[in-house]
Antibody, heavy 123, light 110 residues
Framework: QVQLVESGGGVVQPGGSLRLSCAASGFTFSSYGMHWVRQAPGKGLEGVAF????????YYADSVKGRFTISRDNSRSTLYLQMNSLRAEDTAVYYC????????????????WGKGTTVTVSS | QSVLTQPPSVSAAPGQKVTISCSGSNSNIGNDYVSWYQQLPGTAPKLLIYDNDNRPSGIPDRFSGSKSGTSATLGITGLQTGDEADYYCGTWDSSLSAWVFGGGTNLIVL
């Protein structure tokens, strides 16, 4: 079945780095855009980073621009989020999500979500 | 402060109907499709409505969506206690070049 499994979360000190992974299965990963979405404790959802199916175009929320990098390895069906210069306000559950339409030029909706991985930034 | 505005909470009795509003601008809702997500306590969000008014397979027709101008609405009829959750609207914002969500609405089924 279609599945996304995140990994790589943990506790890191302010200013540190972490790399999240999202392993996809059950669908042709290389044909779909992908998203990273986070949720701080007790807060709502925040779109963090987005990448087109080919990996050619990447977009970021202003809150992470210049610090986070989204990438994908279509040969491994894996999505990544490299997080540098981490701050306390980056503490959240990070979800990866699949975009809906096949070979879409834009981003339309998130039809499959992983269970999330927790990132805690604390000294 | 979220780009899309939702009421923090709504409530209704079992069997009743409720609507949740989502207000945006010309650079987001006014320019693109809206989707809705349900997040039950302690779980990942789930897609409820896509492309303004379409339901994925497996989502009951008690859930409906609509859009007009720069606002969208989620409707839920025949409320059940199992519908108690947080609901989020979302869409692409062409000015920000980013996906934006509403702040979320907590549905309470009294």
């Amino acid at each position: 079945q279609v599945q996304l499994v995140e990994s790589g979360g943990g506790v890191v000190q302010p200013g540190g780095s972490l790399r999240l992974s999202c392993a996809a299965s059950g669908f042709t990963f290389s044909s779909y855009g992908m998203h990273w979405v986070r949720q701080a404790p007790g807060k709502g959802l925040e779109g963090v980073a987005f990448i087109r199916y080919s990996g050619s175009d990447k977009y970021y929320a202003d809150s992470v621009k210049g610090r986070f990098t989204i990438s994908r390895d279509n040969s491994r069906s894996t999505l990544y989020l490299q997080m540098n210069s981490l701050r306390a306000e980056d503490t959240a559950v990070y979800y990866c999500a699949k975009d809906g339409p096949l070979l879409a030029v834009n981003f339309y909706y998130m039809d499959v979500w992983g269970k999330g991985t927790t990132v805690t930034v604390s000294s | 402060q979220s780009v899309l505005t939702q009421p923090p909470s709504v409530s209704a009795a079992p069997g009743q109907k409720v609507t949740i509003s989502c207000s945006g601008s010309n650079s987001n809702i006014g320019n693109d499709y809206v989707s809705w997500y349900q997040q039950l306590p302690g779980t990942a969000p789930k897609l409820l409505i896509y492309d303004n008014d379409n339901r994925p397979s497996g989502i009951p027709d008690r859930f409906s969506g609509s859009k007009s101008g720069t606002s969208a609405t989620l409707g839920i009829t025949g409320l059940q206690t199992g519908d108690e959750a947080d609901y989020y609207c979302g869409t692409w914002d062409s000015s920000l070049s980013a996906w934006v969500f509403g702040g979320g609405t907590n549905l309470i089924v009294l």
